[in-house]
């Protein structure tokens, strides 16, 4: 009786790590109370377009990684790729914040024990005179997998005379380039990818804390 007693107790540890490394791994958009707001300093950041989100995450986590794409000849050519960090909190709290993402972004990720602040800035700011954007972010929850790149936030920048078209679904990032076929003068798209993967090629300045 006490070896069965033994091999269901360790036939339970098993399930159990087995659950645990088999644990959701979702990246969630959230909003802030008007409180939360006020006391982050939410409202005195001075970007137009701000959005959180909270993820979690196994204990593979090694790296995170951000791009930012324009929709360039039907195909997404990639603008800046921000440089990988090393990362392997299992929960965390994003908050992205731009104006125009060929200008720039800001990407702070807060983990369990580790804060990043990570961003870029374009020498040439994109003439913004008589043009009209639209931005959408991811609005529901999405399951992480590794090494596949999750599209944030979609920007479309148009001339006034072409109408300001908004692309309601995030996914668009997916879609076949022949999809893609209303008027347009840019169109860009953030992304958020995790790796299981370390980098070995980071700069200390990166990290805060």
Same mark, same amino acid.
């Given at each position: 009786?006490?070896?069965?007693?033994? @091999?269901?107790?360790?036939?339970?540890?098993?399930?159990?790590?087995?659950?645990?490394?088999?644990?959701?791994?979702?990246? %969630?958009?959230?909003?802030?109370?008007?409180? *939360?707001?006020e006391q982050s300093g939410w409202r005195d950041d001075p970007y137009q377009e701000k959005k959180l989100f909270d993820f979690s995450l196994n204990r593979k986590v090694q790296s $995170?990684? $951000?791009n930012i794409y324009e929709f360039i000849e039907n195909e997404w050519q990639r603008l800046y790729s921000l440089q990988p960090i090393n990362f392997s909190d299992q929960s965390g709290?994003?908050?992205?914040?731009? =104006?125009?993402?060929? =200008?720039?972004?800001?990407? *702070?990720?807060?983990?369990?024990?580790?804060? @990043?602040?990570?961003?870029?800035?374009?020498?040439?700011?994109?003439?913004?005179?008589?043009?009209? =954007?639209? $931005?959408?972010?991811?609005?529901?929850?999405?399951?992480?997998?590794?090494?596949?790149?999750?599209?944030?936030?979609?920007? $479309?920048?148009?001339?006034? =005379?072409?109408?300001?078209?908004? %692309?309601?679904?995030?996914?668009?990032?997916?879609?076949?380039?022949?999809? %893609?076929?209303?008027?347009?003068?840019?169109?860009?798209?953030?992304?958020?990818?995790?790796?299981?993967?370390?980098?070995?090629?980071?700069?200390?300045?990166?990290?805060?804390?």
């Amino acid at each position: 009786m006490k070896k069965i007693g033994k @091999w269901l107790c360790l036939m339970l540890l098993v399930f159990s790590m087995a659950a645990c490394q088999n644990a959701s791994m979702q990246i %969630i958009p959230i909003e802030l109370s008007q409180e *939360e707001q006020e006391q982050s300093g939410w409202r005195d950041d001075p970007y137009q377009e701000k959005k959180l989100f909270d993820f979690s995450l196994n204990r593979k986590v090694q790296s $995170v990684e $951000v791009n930012i794409y324009e929709f360039i000849e039907n195909e997404w050519q990639r603008l800046y790729s921000l440089q990988p960090i090393n990362f392997s909190d299992q929960s965390g709290r994003m908050k992205l914040k731009f =104006d125009c993402l060929a =200008d720039g972004a800001g990407i *702070e990720i807060q983990g369990e024990s580790s804060h @990043w602040a990570i961003s870029y800035s374009s020498d040439e700011k994109l003439n913004m005179r008589n043009k009209m =954007d639209s $931005v959408s972010f991811l609005t529901e929850e999405k399951d992480i997998v590794y090494e596949q790149e999750i599209p944030l936030a979609i920007q $479309v920048i148009n001339s006034s =005379d072409l109408g300001n078209y908004f %692309i309601q679904n995030i996914e668009a990032f997916y879609m076949e380039p022949s999809d %893609i076929d209303f008027e347009y003068d840019h169109i860009y798209v953030i992304t958020l990818m995790f790796s299981q993967e370390p980098t070995q090629e980071f700069s200390e300045e990166q990290k805060n804390s």
